[in-house]
């Protein structure tokens, strides 16, 4: 099994990434540090290229494979923002890529992996069933894996947003960041406590089905029914047989707290009204435990904001249900 990855493998990421990503802007957010009483400020990874940070790790991973096995084809098993991040770094590498899905993922994430090329496998209802199917290609064609979180590659370019945040904000506190299979949480922490920072490392996910959330209470592997959720991009769960993520959380994440739907409707409406901003409900979660007190920050607090790929029709119902709170 290959071992954890470091502050060093973070920081070879974002050397072998940065052509690829960009160094998305950190916001501050005026309402929210008036609110909180602490500076607050937004890593914008909706602005990022593809429209999630799943650029980041896809980039390091398929740059840090042997070029002639991927030369044959790469294979990705994902909620929609993974699938479209492996597209997009296959397709600048000339490199054909397959994208499996389950009948959840929203249509416009679909098309947007279509759109760059990739072939796409709308599987059964489940991850699960996207993930059987991906493995299927693996050993039938001999397509290479690219995991959406438990890969060290994977890993280590999401925590480029860690190093980021640090050189920004030194003054940072506490860092709350969206958590479905963990890989950007882990990449984040490994950052901020491998410079040993003493930063807070939060965990913020939807309360319908959060995997690792249940999982780290329960001290094992806790399976979890998939539910809709305004945060799809979260939905699913660890697998059965995690090898890093799991581990990492439990060793560097100091909290994890959980958002209603109601919660992640309300702060998707506040990042567009005071921030201009289109984000997705995964994308949204941890601005959602800021607004609604799940977390309370003593000091100055960095949120990452993971995703804006929201299709015209879901960001209309989600600004509309955030208008009647009540229903
Ligand atoms: C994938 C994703 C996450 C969660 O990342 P994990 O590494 O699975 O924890 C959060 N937000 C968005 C928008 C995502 O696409």
């Known amino acids: 099994m290959s071992p954890h990855p470091t502050l060093e493998d973070v920081e070879a990421a974002a050397r072998r990434i940065a052509g690829v990503v960009r160094s998305t802007p950190l916001a501050a957010s005026p309402v929210l540090s008036g609110q909180l009483g602490v500076p607050v400020r937004l890593k914008a990874e909706c602005l990022q290229e593809t429209g999630s940070f799943k650029v980041r790790g896809a980039a390091n991973a398929l740059l840090s494979r042997d070029p002639e096995a991927v030369a044959g084809g790469v294979v990705a098993v994902s909620s929609g923002n993974h699938g479209r991040a492996v597209a997009y770094v296959a397709k600048l590498l000339?490199?054909?890529?397959?994208?499996?899905?389950?009948?959840?993922?929203?249509?416009?994430?679909?098309?947007?992996?279509?759109?760059?090329?990739?072939?796409?496998?709308?599987?059964?209802?489940?991850?699960?069933?996207?993930?059987?199917?991906?493995?299927?290609?693996?050993?039938?064609?001999?397509?290479?894996?690219?995991?959406?979180?438990?890969?060290?590659?994977?890993?280590?370019?999401?925590?480029?947003?860690?190093?980021?945040?640090?050189?920004?904000?030194?003054?940072?506190?506490e860092i709350a960041v969206p958590l479905s299979g963990g890989g950007l949480i882990s990449g984040i922490a490994i950052a901020a406590k491998g410079r040993a920072t003493g930063i807070r490392v939060i965990g913020v996910s939807q309360d319908r089905g959060p995997a690792m959330h249940l999982s780290l209470a329960a001290g094992r592997l806790v399976d979890v029914v998939e539910e809709?959720?305004?945060?799809?991009?979260?939905?699913?769960?660890?697998?059965?047989?995690?090898?890093?993520?799991?581990?990492l959380c439990r060793e560097l994440v100091d909290q994890t707290v959980l958002v209603s739907e109601p919660e992640i409707a309300a702060a998707m409406a506040f990042m567009h009204a005071e921030h201009g901003w289109r984000v997705e409900g995964g994308g949204a979660v941890g601005v959602a435990a800021l607004l609604a007190g799940r977390v309370v920050p003593e000091g100055a607090t960095a949120v990452v904001v993971s995703g804006g790929n929201v299709g015209d029709a879901a960001f209309r119902r989600a600004l509309d249900a955030a208008g009647r709170p009540d229903q």
Do not use: M, W
């Open 94 to 173: 000339g490199i054909p890529a397959t994208v499996c899905v389950s009948s959840r993922v929203p249509s416009n994430k679909v098309e947007a992996i279509e759109g760059l090329g990739a072939t796409v496998v709308i599987a059964g209802p489940d991850q699960d069933d996207a993930d059987a199917a991906a493995r299927r290609l693996v050993s039938e064609e001999g397509l290479t894996f690219i995991h959406p979180f438990d890969d060290p590659d994977v890993i280590a370019g999401q925590g480029t947003i860690g190093l980021e945040v640090l050189d920004a904000f030194p003054e940072c506190g």
């Open 228 to 247: 809709d959720t305004l945060a799809d991009a979260l939905a699913g769960g660890l697998g059965p047989a995690n090898r890093h993520t799991f581990d």
